[in-house]
């Protein structure tokens, strides 16, 4: 009940989130696009997780111990804990920044949303950190900013939960894909043989890959980017690895793992082998 609430209620600032929020893409993509390396820092490329996921609890956490310093009268741990509260948020706006370059449609929407409750409540956090500054003997407005920013910050929160849960935001799309041990039959299509270079969709079983075959050595990946599902087989060679056509995501042909973000997570990869019945393919460990 309440989550289809909110559903609604952030849907219906789509009027403006969406105008806005492809303005901010378009700026934000300028911006990361010379500096690749710096984006798959804050992507979290290296961490084999979300970066700006990990931050968003300090903030959360220095908030509520400012919120209950405030109301069992100690100021100054409530103040350096609202001050600690701010810069780690603007360190959590920073990598969300970076993340926000990869999304579109309603995922884009939604972020934007997000996006613009936290910079209101930063907002509201700063004023109240400089009432707090000049040592007011009432402290209401002050505390009282802090709640209202709080409030705030928890209903974008709530935003930015959806986004993963609801959405699927920087989830795994092969989280729930088995690594399995059979090996199963490659529907070639059609095809006499699978063709030399690459990249080649191909079927096994219910799974689409992408092979790239080099004389006796061929390797394959799924064909669905774990990134945001791009199309592996619509994109790029690069040396032994091969590139999404949607974000830039590289994975090695060998094993799947990440070679460049915005991706976080290994590409499954298959085993090949040839037999008199044609080609079989079978998940790799690991």
């Known amino acids: 009940m309440i989550g289809r609430l909110v559903t609604r209620i952030v849907d219906a600032q789509a009027v403006w989130a969406k105008p ?28 084999g997780h979300p970066v700006h996921a990990a931050i968003t609890d300090v903030p ?13 009268n100690v100021p100054l741990g409530a103040d350096v804990a609202l001050l600690i509260g701010v810069l780690s948020m603007l360190a959590a706006a920073v990598a969300g920044l970076a ?5 579109d449609g309603t995922a884009r929407m939604r972020a934007t949303v997000h996006s613009t409750l936290m ?14 500054a000049g040592n007011p003997p009432d402290r209401t407005v002050a505390f009282g900013l802090l709640l ?32 399995g041990a059979k090996w199963i039959k490659v529907d070639l299509g059609g095809l006499p043989d699978i063709p030399e270079g690459g990249p080649t969709r191909l079927k096994v079983g219910i799974n689409d890959i992408v092979v790239v075959r080099n004389g006796e050595s ?20 690069v040396k032994d690895q091969i590139e999404c056509p949607w974000h830039g995501s590289r994975f090695h042909l060998a094993n799947g793992h990440v070679a460049r973000g915005p991706a976080m997570y290994s590409q499954p990869a298959y085993e ?13 460990p690991g």
Request: proline share 3%.
């Open 20 to 47: 806005f929020g492809d303005f901010n893409h378009r700026w934000l993509s300028a911006l990361f696009r010379p500096m690749r390396p710096v984006k798959d820092l804050l992507n979290g490329t290296w961490l």
């Open 60 to 72: 959360i956490g220095a908030l509520t111990v400012a919120l209950i310093l405030d109301i069992v």
């Open 99 to 103: 993340d926000y370059t990869d999304t």
């Open 119 to 132: 910079v209101v409540a930063v907002v509201a956090f700063l004023v109240s950190l400089a009432i707090r």
């Open 148 to 179: 209202i920013g709080y409030l705030i910050v928890a209903f974008a929160a709530e935003v930015g939960g959806d986004l993963v849960y609801l959405i699927g935001t920087h989830v795994n799309r092969h989280a729930w894909r088995g690594a």
């Open 218 to 237: 061929t390797l394959a990946l799924h064909a669905v980017c774990a990134h945001a599902g791009g199309p592996l087989p619509e994109g790029t060679l």
């Open 272 to 284: 090949l082998r040839r037999t008199d019945a044609g080609w079989e393919a079978r998940r790799a």
